[in-house]
């Protein structure tokens, strides 16, 4: 039962990120000595999550007086009507400051609870226990919170710390492959973005870890994506430099989402596949990476059978659309496309530095999807 403990640091608050394979049971002494006066305990969970291991959690956490909120994962639970009729039952039961809030789930759970967290009596207790690959090495770090509004995805939010995280990947046993490959993108996002071994550590070992869920290998890869993750949160907390470069691939592949109307034959790992490959493509076509370079990441995806293609999904004509909905990304502050591209393996043009108007890119365009 041992776990990799990461002390995640911001502004002079403290969490850690427990990291290990079977680590539940470190629960109920962290909740004791972090949130020493708490009695309630809402548990936020998934509907999907194995019986075994809500029964786990009950359990374990006996002492305290414990209410199950079970919610089905999907972006309409990321609604402020939603998170008012959570923060509505809280109240109810008299839940207080010193109270806590567990979330159990994906990415989906993560935010919905977090961001009811944070504005329950203007800051409760939260503590998130991941349960996708992709919640354990992306969402559950980094403080942003936050529901969907009309006009767009993550509108509605704060940042928000949690006290403590437990990335428990014998939870992710359960998970659905495509799910493994949501969370494998923005591992290798992590690796393509950031100077280390990390990347030929993935060609060794992303078999492994896609096709036999290796519990052992996805404990490290874990690990190595929340240091990696922390690195640029740690910059840019708020998000107005450095930490964009995590936005690696992401333009393009939102752009493929909407395009798709969020459709479930391209899920959002497989989108941001697609657009870190795009984004590798066009930097080699702008000279900004080396044809080694574009044939390294090639292979990578080509070995793993992993998604590069977004011809499979569209047609010629609708390049110039994905394009349009490029310049609409909340991230551009003006009409040109900002992007992060990729120099070589491990780094990447910095925020601001690529800006292209969408005309130059609808005619490159055709030449990025040849491969
Ligand atoms: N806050 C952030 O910084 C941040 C970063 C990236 C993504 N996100 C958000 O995260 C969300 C996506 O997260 P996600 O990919 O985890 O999606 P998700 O939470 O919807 O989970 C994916 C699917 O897996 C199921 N599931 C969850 N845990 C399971 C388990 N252990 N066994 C079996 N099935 C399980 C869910 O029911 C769902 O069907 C999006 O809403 C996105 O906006 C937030």
Redesign the pocket.
């Known amino acids: 039962m041992s776990h990799i403990e990461i002390k995640a640091k911001n502004k002079g608050q403290q969490y850690s990120i427990l990291v290990g394979n079977d680590i539940l049971n470190i629960l109920p002494p962290r909740l004791k000595k972090l949130c020493p006066k708490a009695t309630k305990v809402g548990i936020v969970v998934?509907?999907?999550?194995?019986k075994k291991?809500k029964t786990k959690i009950k359990t374990l956490l006996k002492n305290y007086k414990i209410f199950i909120f079970e919610y089905?994962?999907?972006?309409k639970l990321?609604s402020f009507n939603n998170i008012n009729k959570l923060v509505e039952k809280c109240l109810k039961n008299n839940f207080n400051r010193s109270d806590i809030i567990i979330a159990l789930?994906?990415?989906?759970?993560?935010?919905f609870s977090?961001f009811a967290s944070s504005i329950i009596k203007r800051g409760i207790n939260f503590i998130n226990v991941?349960?996708?690959l992709?919640?354990q090495v992306?969402?559950s770090?980094?403080g942003?919170?936050?529901v969907n509004s009309e006009y767009g995805?993550?509108l509605i939010g704060s940042f928000y710390e949690p006290k403590l995280v437990i990335s428990d990947v014998s939870?992710?046993?359960?998970?659905?492959q495509r799910?493994i490959i949501?969370?494998y993108a923005?591992i290798l996002k992590h690796a393509l973005i950031f100077k280390s071994n990390f990347f030929k550590w993935l060609e060794i070992n992303s078999k492994e870890i896609l096709q036999n869920k290796n519990l052992n290998l996805i404990k490290l890869a874990v690990y190595k994506s929340c240091k990696i993750k922390l690195y640029y949160v740690n910059k840019d907390f708020k998000e107005s430099g450095e930490r964009m470069i995590l936005n690696f691939g992401h333009t393009f592949a939102h752009a493929i989402e909407t395009k798709n109307n969020y459709s479930k034959n391209i899920n959002?790992?497989e989108a941001v596949l697609m657009g870190m490959m795009l984004a590798t493509k066009l930097s080699y076509l702008k000279k900004i990476t080396s044809k080694k370079t574009l044939l390294k990441v090639l292979e990578i995806y080509k070995k793993n059978n992993l998604q590069f293609n977004i011809n499979k999904f569209f047609k010629k004509s609708e390049y110039s659309k994905i394009v349009d909905l490029m310049s609409n990304d909340k991230k551009n502050n003006d009409k040109n496309i900002s992007l992060i591209l990729l120099k070589r393996i491990g780094k990447t043009t910095l925020p601001g530095e690529i800006k292209l108007p969408s005309k130059n890119l609808k005619k490159i365009f055709p030449k990025i999807m040849k491969f």
């Open positions: 998934d509907k999907k999550i194995p291991y089905t994962s999907s972006e990321k789930g994906g990415g989906v759970i993560g935010d977090a991941p349960t996708t992709l919640s992306d969402s770090i980094g942003k919170t936050g995805k993550n939870l992710i046993k359960s998970l659905p799910e949501c969370g923005e959002h790992g």
